[in-house]
Nanobody, 124 residues
Framework: QVQLRESGGGLVQAGGSQRLSCAASGSIFTISNMGWYRQAPGKQRDLVAV???????NYVDSVKGRFTISRDNARNSVYLQMNSLRPEDTAVYYC??????????????????WGPGTQVTVSS
């Protein structure tokens, strides 16, 4: 019922920039936290940045000052502006959203959704 779709990945040289976008669609009442995670080959999926409905943000230390997360609540979308990219930023980037659904009986339910991922490759 709910789908997340990322876009904006690709190949970029070290020091360059990329902007990732993620849009959620489906039977959404509202969305709580939205975030970006990444997974490098042979490693676990780790949090990169998260943003609350009100715009409060948190970043992993390795991207502070280089990455900026933002969201458009009206479009159920989240973005990740990545500057000063490094080869170690190479990974599959996943969008994540905590979606609030309203069920037929009027009750609310929260479910965690993931996008399929988009590859970001930073060449040295």
């Amino acid at each position: 019922q709910v789908q997340l779709r990322e876009s904006g990945g690709g190949l970029v040289q070290a020091g360059g920039s990329q902007r990732l976008s993620c849009a959620a669609s489906g039977s959404i009442f509202t969305i709580s936290n939205m975030g970006w995670y990444r997974q490098a080959p042979g490693k676990q999926r780790d949090l990169v940045a998260v943003i609350s409905t009100g715009g409060t943000t948190n970043y992993v230390d390795s991207v502070k000052g280089r990455f900026t997360i933002s969201r458009d609540n009206a479009r159920n979308s989240v973005y990740l502006q990545m500057n000063s990219l490094r080869p170690e930023d190479t990974a599959v980037y996943y969008c994540n959203a905590l979606v609030i659904l309203k069920e037929e009986g009027g009750q609310f339910r929260s479910l965690n959704y993931w996008g399929p991922g988009t590859q970001v490759t930073v060449s040295s």
